[in-house]
């Protein structure tokens, strides 16, 4: 079992499936900016990818761009500006926010403000419907109290006719 | 009343976004190089590897900037399209040869008609990079002073010529 165990481990572990090439870095920051870059950079011919999980041949051809951009010193700014003059916003898995994007920034809050004041007014409803019921429930007891009420005088002053 | 119009509302609000979602083609993403010159290269032609083509060369002239590779499987529908097309001469054809071999380009020419005035190459798709070419055939529509007007993806139909690429072409041409 525990033979079985690590087999399937090792078939499942993520470097089976790591597809990225060695890369050299002269320093660490280096290094974080292109696996922080790959992972934010769209692939798109498969569109649901990064480069860095994709192993379309244009999502190669983008890690190698972004590593040589890294290598000539390219700031990340940079890099992500030259995708986007050539790929457009969709190209980032998360879009700058400007006019274009807004709606796909906002949108989110939007849905959840009217989802708030739905779920606000529908409680409110219900609190007003609740309580008109108890104002007439309470009514229809005063209501009943005196009608027995006046039974018993009835009875009281004229005796039992019956 | 309006526990029957809130569903019929909420079904035709919904129907219209489905409806909008079929007609969508996420597979086509708006290029930012339309209307924006077309990015320089110097690239190797393919029949006559030591001389080079850019684009200052085509100044002038009205342009059809195809990407075009022998293992794209629909480049070689739209292919007797743009043999017809080359016919008519409405506009100068050049095929950008990307990521493929030299010869199997070539072969791929000679089997089925070249339709390209020039075809250059662009084996490491570098050119491909600077064209935000991400599926091939892609077709760009370039203007007498090289800026890129129009973009197509995917492959060029005879539909498409008629309504879309003639007009280009003509509109373009009477521009300076």
């Keep these: 079992m525990k033979k079985l165990c690590l087999v399937f481990l090792l078939i499942f572990s993520g470097s089976v499936f790591a597809i990225s090439e060695y890369r050299k870095f002269d320093n660490l920051d280096q290094q974080k900016v292109y696996e922080n870059l790959i992972s934010e950079l769209r692939c798109l011919v498969c569109q649901n990818q990064t480069i860095g999980d994709?192993?379309?041949?244009?999502?190669?051809?983008?890690?190698?761009?972004?590593?040589?951009?890294?290598?000539?010193?390219?700031?990340?700014?940079?890099?992500?500006?030259?995708?986007?003059?050539?790929?457009?916003?969709?190209?980032?898995?998360?879009?700058?926010?400007?006019?274009?994007?807004?709606?796909?920034?906002?949108?989110?809050?939007?849905?959840?403000?009217?989802?708030?004041?739905?779920?606000?007014?529908?409680?409110?409803?219900k609190k007003t419907a609740a309580r008109q019921n108890s104002l007439a429930e309470q009514g229809d007891d005063n209501k009943e109290k005196a009608e027995k009420l006046a039974k018993v005088r009835n009875l009281l002053e004229k005796g039992d006719l019956s | 009343m309006l526990k029957f119009l809130f569903p019929l509302v909420l079904f035709i609000v919904l129907a219209i976004f489905l409806a909008l979602g079929l007609n969508l083609h996420p597979n086509e993403i708006p290029s930012p190089l339309v209307d924006k010159v077309a990015p320089v290269f110097s690239a190797p032609k393919l029949q006559t590897p030591e001389q080079k083509l850019t684009p200052a060369d085509l100044k002038g002239k009205v342009w059809l900037f195809n990407v075009w590779a022998s293992w794209c499987v629909s480049c070689r529908s739209e292919h007797p399209i743009l043999n017809q097309m080359a016919k008519t001469k409405t506009a100068v054809i050049v095929g950008l040869n990307y990521k493929d071999e030299p010869e199997d380009a070539k072969n791929w020419l000679s089997q089925l008609g070249n339709p390209y005035d020039v075809s250059i190459m662009d084996q490491d798709g570098r050119i491909g990079i600077d064209y935000g070419v991400y599926g091939v055939p892609e077709t760009f529509v370039i203007d007498k002073q090289g800026v890129i007007r129009y973009k197509h993806t995917g492959p060029v139909t005879a539909e498409d010529v008629q309504k879309v690429f003639l007009p280009w072409i003509a509109k373009l041409q009477a521009e300076n």
Excluded: C
């Design chain 1, 54 to 125: 994709s192993n379309a041949e244009l999502a190669a051809d983008l890690r190698r761009q972004v590593y040589e951009m890294i290598e000539q010193g390219k700031s990340k700014q940079d890099i992500v500006q030259f995708m986007i003059d050539r790929y457009g916003d969709f190209v980032l898995y998360n879009p700058q926010f400007k006019a274009k994007t807004g709606l796909l920034w906002l949108g989110p809050v939007l849905f959840l403000l009217i989802g708030l004041t739905t779920v606000f007014l529908f409680v409110q409803r």
